[in-house]
């Protein structure tokens, strides 16, 4: 199992660095020069060319990945253009909302996508069914950024019991968790659903029943320890999704997370926090897949014997 | 010869068309969701003739007024009638939703054809390419995407597309090495034809019901990743009426003029709900395996 | 009787349309006696064992009448939870297919344990040391218990599916082909293992098969099945000695036989009728060699001699075979 780990580790290095690359270059697409909006129109051409200089623009894409790189490595993200602070500095002061609003619904999400899936599954085709499935496919449609500010509309303006913005005290945290939560818990409650029909039609239900164990026991035990192994897989697939939903949600909200870090960073074109933004994104989203995994692996011995197995 | 197996070819198409709609009529759902999103197409090709004003006409009533007789959605803060600019959004909204789907489908399907189809090293590197787009968040790579090209209409198709390339190479993949290894193939292969001839021939007609179902789902997504990155001043910049931005606009005014926020989020959460009923329905219909 | 099926109808409803899976099938089986129900794939000798455990899939399925009474309790009056008590304590099956009948993501020795938790009042420890035992019975290593069935190989996720049959030590088991998913040289392991647990533990046996050689080896009494009904039923020596349904006699003739000529096998010709659209008359009637006028419009009533029973128009009108 270690050396699995240890595996799937080594494995991440050529996708980071792919991603490093391909941020890279999307950056530097960029028509604009920093430089200039920088210093505002008003800066003479001398200027400009001392703050590229500064800023290592004069160099070659090539050079200047490399540099980009090397530095990464040693946990060097550069500097903001806009505020001169150390971007990894900038990225772990706003670390702390986005992890709490990432956990806050994804345990939201499970907590209400798992049991919703279930209840349609064992009222297929009834009331209950159509019900959940027109819930689940609401809540996979509706735009975020949307439900945010009519949940704001609702529950800050209208009914003012909760703030519309901020972060620092739980309350803040109510509706920002929900708006983020509500496109997973949809997913996941799908996900279950169609698991769950897979399952119960198998034959080693049909064995339990057979052996006299009790409804219970069967659901829990036999049934749900299969439905979950997909769920899990695309609660993994989706988590990117989520981080998507992070930046808008941070928007909608005035949270001072990396997402609106990011955001704003693209407003100034404020490329090392770009950079170094989306590349703490990936990582996250990569470290979040292998740990989803290793829960896999947990959950499906035959997935365990074959890691035993590489 | 040839005219009598392609008549064969073309009956066969035709009534396996009407199975798929046979199904399709029983689920009321995706029939309403078909409805709403023909609608709205004719909404988007009739704009000018069914908007009660132009959508960019200032003053056309008073400012940040609330629903009345002649502006049945009321006005925004520069007197514009809001409902003639939610009718004019869906223009924007279904042409970038298209276009965008049109960019990921084609480039995906291309590249999960080619590299299905030879396999080795090229699957490898694309493949690998692939993991690479998954691992950043599809909504993060076209806000970067946006953010360093600009934010304009044709960049956000191109964003929005790019960051989809990736399921649609996927199923077509799937589809390409089931397919490669099969004695038909080889068979083509032997009586001459050539690799393109096979792919367009063999491989793509054997994906189609997926790559269709996936690019329903996949306009939803972009109607809604490119609503989002306009509501993020990312996408389409004003005074063009495009929803998002329409909302991003209202938000200032959401003490005052919550109709400002409220009709055009409702308006993108109805058509991406239609669409994705029409889809869920699709799939079903197409593939009657899945359903249960 | 231990058990006794009386006139057990049972259809499923489906788009295609009503399918007649099994119409009114009787048997009874004694204390330690073993049945064999012979017949091809189709024939409804799946849903005739679902129906005595009473796990038919309701719907699609529905049983239409029938009475089937085990130790002399009517089992459809029971209640769920009466009948829980039954299945895998008093009566036990063994399924067809051992890759997909074991639940993969649990432990071999885990399955086992639960149905002895369920019904005898064990804790999971005391549970699991039988569990144990049960796997030694099965002539598996007791140390296996830890590991996941794809551990394991077809004809030992076999053995594990008797193990659980046989941990409650019932009065029956249902064996539904048991031998059919497994390699010939495994096959005769297993019937081997069968048997012997079966004399062990003093079990009656119902053994579902479409394999004459193996209900040779294992079962006192034959019932044949065709088109859900029993055609031929008698003991061993009467069904492989004096066969009288044509159906049957054609089953004999499709097994090779080492001493004689190859040619000589000969298959029933035709295919069995679509349970939804039953033929009138004798629903063998299609297929046989010896059909006649009345067997296409009457339906053959039981005859009895000496204990056998079969249902032909070659009997019931004259009263004499060939």
Redesign the interface.
């Known amino acids: 199992m270690l050396r699995y780990i240890f595996k799937r580790i080594v494995f991440l290095v050529p996708v980071l660095l792919g991603v490093s690359i391909l941020i890279f270059v999307i950056i530097h697409l960029a028509p604009g020069d920093p430089a200039e909006t920088l210093l505002g129109p008003s800066a003479t051409a001398q200027d400009l060319a001392e703050l590229r200089e500064q800023l290592g623009l004069d160099k070659s894409l090539v050079l200047q990945y490399f540099t980009f790189l090397t530095n990464t490595l040693k946990g060097d993200f550069g500097r903001s253009i806009r505020t001169n602070n150390s971007v990894l500095e900038e990225l772990l002061d706003r670390f702390e909302p986005s992890l709490m609003l990432a956990i806050f619904s994804m345990t939201l999400a499970v907590a209400a996508g798992i049991p919703l899936g279930v209840l349609a599954a064992l009222r297929q085709n009834t009331w209950v069914d159509t019900l959940c499935n027109f819930v689940a496919l609401l809540g996979f449609s509706l735009p975020g950024f949307w439900l945010g500010l009519m949940l704001m509309l609702l529950f800050s303006i209208m009914v003012p019991i909760l703030p519309s913005s901020g972060y620092g005290e739980w309350k803040q945290l109510i509706m920002p968790t929900v708006v983020l939560a509500t496109n997973t818990t949809a997913v996941i409650a799908r996900m279950t659903r169609s698991s769950m029909l897979e399952v119960v039609r198998q034959d080693y239900v049909r064995t339990a029943k057979a052996k006299g164990l009790n409804g219970r026991l069967i659901l829990l035990r036999h049934i749900m320890s299969n439905v979950l192994i997909p769920v899990v897989t695309v609660v993994g697939l989706h988590f990117g999704h989520m981080l998507g939903g992070v930046v808008i949600t941070e928007t909608v909200f005035s949270i001072p997370g990396v997402g609106r870090l990011i955001i704003d960073a693209i407003r100034f074109q404020d490329y090392p926090v770009v950079q170094g933004g989306i590349l703490f994104f990936a990582f996250c989203l990569s470290l979040v897949n292998l740990g989803v995994d290793l829960i896999y692996a947990l959950l499906d011995p035959r997935i365990k014997a074959q890691y035993r197995a590489g | 010869m040839p005219v009598k197996k392609d008549a064969v070819k073309k009956d066969r198409r035709q009534s396996q068309i009407g199975e798929i709609w046979r199904r399709l009529r029983v689920n009321k759902?995706a029939v309403a969701g078909l409805c709403v999103i023909l609608l709205l197409t004719a909404m988007a090709v009739f704009a000018p003739w069914l908007a009660p004003y132009g959508p960019n006409k200032m003053n056309a009533g008073p400012r940040l007024a609330a629903s009345s007789l002649k502006h049945p959605l009321g006005t925004d803060s520069f007197g514009r009638d809001q409902l003639s600019r939610v009718i004019y959004g869906a223009r924007i909204s279904l042409y970038v939703g298209f276009i965008a789907v049109g960019i990921g489908a084609v480039c995906g399907g291309f590249i999960g054809a080619v590299v299905g189809y030879y396999g080795g090293r090229i699957d490898n590197i694309l493949m690998?390419?692939m993991?690479?787009?998954?691992?950043?968040?599809?909504?993060?790579?076209a806000?970067?995407?946006v953010?360093?090209?600009?934010a304009n209409l044709v960049n956000l198709m191109i964003a929005v597309g790019v960051s989809q390339i990736p399921r649609y190479a996927r199923i077509v993949r799937a589809s390409a090495l089931s397919v490669r290894g099969q004695e038909f193939i080889e068979a083509a292969r032997a009586i001459g034809a050539s690799d393109l001839r096979i792919i367009v021939e063999n491989i793509l007609p054997n994906c189609m019901a997926p790559i269709i179902v996936q690019s329903t789902l996949g306009v939803?997504s972009a109607i809604?990743s490119a609503?989002?990155l306009s509501?993020?001043?990312?996408g389409i910049q004003p005074p063009t009426p495009e929803w998002?931005s329409m909302?991003s606009l209202g938000?200032q005014y959401?003490?005052n003029a919550?109709h400002l926020?409220?009709y055009?989020?409702?308006i993108?959460?109805v058509v991406?709900?239609s669409?994705?009923?029409f889809g869920?329905g699709l799939r079903d219909a197409l593939d009657p395996r899945?359903r249960? | 009787m231990l058990l006794s099926v009386k006139d057990l109808c049972v259809k499923y409803v489906t788009f295609e349309g009503i399918v007649h899976a099994v119409n009114g099938v009787s048997f009874d089986i004694p204390e330690r006696g073993t049945l064999g129900l012979v017949g091809e794939s189709g024939a409804g000798k799946t849903t005739t064992a679902l129906s005595l455990m009473r796990l038919i899939p309701v719907p699609p399925g529905i049983v239409e009448r029938g009475k089937i009474s085990f130790e002399g309790r009517d089992l459809d009056a029971l209640s769920g939870e009466e009948m829980k008590k039954i299945r895998g304590n008093r009566i036990s099956m063994i399924f067809q297919d051992p890759m997909t009948s074991l639940n993969p993501v649990l432990t071999v020795g885990l399955q086992i344990a639960e149905t002895i938790a369920a019904h005898q009042n064990m804790s999971e420890r005391e549970a699991m040391k039988k569990a144990r035992e049960m796997l030694e019975k099965v002539q598996i290593p007791a140390a296996r218990y830890k590991e996941y069935p794809h551990e394991f190989s077809g004809g030992m996720r076999q053995r594990v599916g008797i193990a659980m049959a046989l941990a409650c030590n019932p009065r029956m088991i249902i064996a539904d082909e048991p031998t059919t998913a497994l390699d010939v040289t495994i096959q005769a392991q297993v019937i081997e293992l069968m048997r012997d647990l079966r004399d062990e533990f003093s079990t009656a046996m119902m053994l579902i098969t479409h394999d004459l050689g193996v209900v040779g080896e294992v079962c006192d009494r034959v019932a044949v099945m065709y088109a859900g009904e029993i055609v031929e039923e008698g003991s061993l020596e009467q069904i492989f000695e004096h066969a009288r349904h044509p159906y049957t006699n054609g089953l004999f003739r499709c097994i090779p036989d080492i001493d004689e000529d190859n040619s000589r096998i000969q298959p029933i010709s035709g295919l069995m009728p679509d349970p939804c659209d039953l033929p009138a008359g004798c629903c063998f009637h299609p297929r046989c060699p010896e059909c006649m006028e009345i067997c296409r419009t009457r339906k053959p009533a039981p005859f009895t001699e000496n204990g056998q029973m079969v249902r032909c128009c070659l009997y019931t009108r004259g009263g004499a075979g060939q």
């Open positions: 759902g690998r390419l993991d690479v787009l998954l691992a950043v968040p599809q909504t993060i790579l806000i970067a995407i953010g360093a090209l600009g939803a809604l609503a989002a509501f993020l001043g990312l998002g909302l938000r959401m003490r919550p926020t409220f055009p989020g409702l993108i959460a991406v709900l669409l994705n009923i869920d899945l249960q």
